[in-house]
């Protein structure tokens, strides 16, 4: 059976580098990932989690849907945002995007 297949011949090849290049690279890797990607978005999340904890009555919002209001009312986990007179939305205290300066809804009524 030798003349269909060719005989597997175990080829000499050089060893296998060094291991310990190999889990630094790999640490390095690691590293890379935590700080292009994990801290960032861990940072992104505990900032929104202070604006939300930090959201009181009078605050101009923007939610994510882009809605623009003033918090009347905050509860535990919904607040009351007025989009305008007598108009009045109850939304989840996560779906608050930014808070605005204060004085953003009248420049925004003037336009």
Do not use: C, W
Request: aromatic residues 6%; charged residues 20%; without cysteine.
């Amino acid at each position: 059976m030798d003349f269909f297949i060719a005989p597997a011949m175990a080829q000499q090849g050089e060893p296998a580098g060094n291991p310990l290049f190999s889990i630094v690279l790999l640490i390095a890797m690691i590293a890379v990932f935590y700080f292009l990607l994990i801290r960032p978005q861990s940072k992104r999340a505990k900032e929104h989690r202070q604006l939300v904890e930090g959201l009181s009555k009078g605050d101009e919002v923007v939610t994510n849907g882009g809605v623009l209001g003033r918090v009347t009312d905050v509860g535990e986990t919904f607040a009351t945002v007025e989009v305008t007179d007598g108009v009045k939305l109850h939304v989840q205290k996560n779906a608050v995007a930014h808070v605005m300066p204060k004085g953003t809804i009248k420049e925004q009524k003037g336009k």
